[in-house]
């Protein structure tokens, strides 16, 4: 068991490191995994040195605060797939696009697949009427995510009619707000299909559900290298959005 819990440790220490260095950004769900990691590592670390602290109130307390991230994690992993992949379609005509990270002009890997996603339902049977890109500018951006996601729909060949930018919101409940505000004032009566990493759309379904919309999950491929620092992230949104309602 201590040698399991201090391996634990250096994998989220690693992986945290990992993340910096390949740019990623020092962002909530590596904060996350580095303090949960390290705190791992000690724990161990105690445990393997100290007869007393093995017997100690706050190693019991470790523990049961393990067991209860396990077994919640275990809980939120399956409410993540389940949101993702049972979705009943109900004849989607609009897609929505939610934003995700660019660099410069171009997408970010996350934002590429959502991207693909939607390029494969436009070419498949579905007849799309629109897509609204939904994404402002970030800080220290040049360019809003709408306008780097138009950009690539139109050079793998998307018809620019299609396509309605979102150039305000900055979070994914913008997103939604503005992209609903947009759809209702061209076809209130719209089938409208969420497009997005799978991760993120029990959230998205859920925040448009508060809405009034019952909008369809259409999930696109999350990298696989990223999958941890982003499912611990979903992790507390989704904890945010169920007992703060936001």
């Known amino acids: 068991y201590t040698t399991i819990i201090k391996s634990i440790g250096i994998l989220g220490i ?15 769900g590596l904060k996350i995994i580095l303090l949960f990691g390290g705190l791992m590592f000690i724990h161990g670390f105690m445990r393997s040195r100290s007869l007393n602290y093995r017997k100690s109130f706050i190693h019991k307390v470790i523990n049961l605060g393990v067991t209860i991230v396990l077994l919640s994690t ?3 992993e399956l409410v993540i797939f389940t949101g993702a992949f049972f979705n009943h379609s109900q004849g989607e005509d609009y897609l929505l ?14 934002l590429k697949n ?13 007849p799309i009427k629109k897509i609204v890109l939904c994404g402002g500018k970030g800080a220290g951006k040049q360019y809003t995510e709408a306008y780097v996601m138009e950009k ?25 707000i503005f992209a609903i505000k947009m759809i209702e004032d061209l ?20 925040i448009a559900k508060k809405y009034g919309l019952n909008a369809t999950g259409l999930p696109a491929k999350t ?3 990223i999958i941890p620092n982003h499912h611990v992230r979903e992790y507390f949104a989704i904890i945010k959005c169920w007992f703060l309602n936001k």
């Open 152 to 176: 690539y729909l139109l050079s793998h060949g998307i018809d620019g009619d299609m396509l309605l930018k979102e150039e305000e919101s900055t979070t994914t409940n913008e997103n939604i």
């Open 97 to 110: 696009i939610l934003g995700a990270g660019i660099y410069e002009d171009r997408p970010c890997l996350e």
């Open 223 to 225: 990298p696989i290298l």
């Open 14 to 28: 690693s992986y945290t490191f990992f993340g910096l260095l390949s740019g990623w950004g020092f962002y909530f």
């Open 74 to 76: 275990i809980f939120m």
């Open 114 to 126: 959502r991207l693909d996603r939607a390029i494969q339902i436009i070419e498949g049977d579905k």
């Open 187 to 206: 076809d209130p009566d719209a089938n409208i299909g969420l497009v997005s990493n799978y991760f993120h759309i029990y959230r998205a379904k859920w």
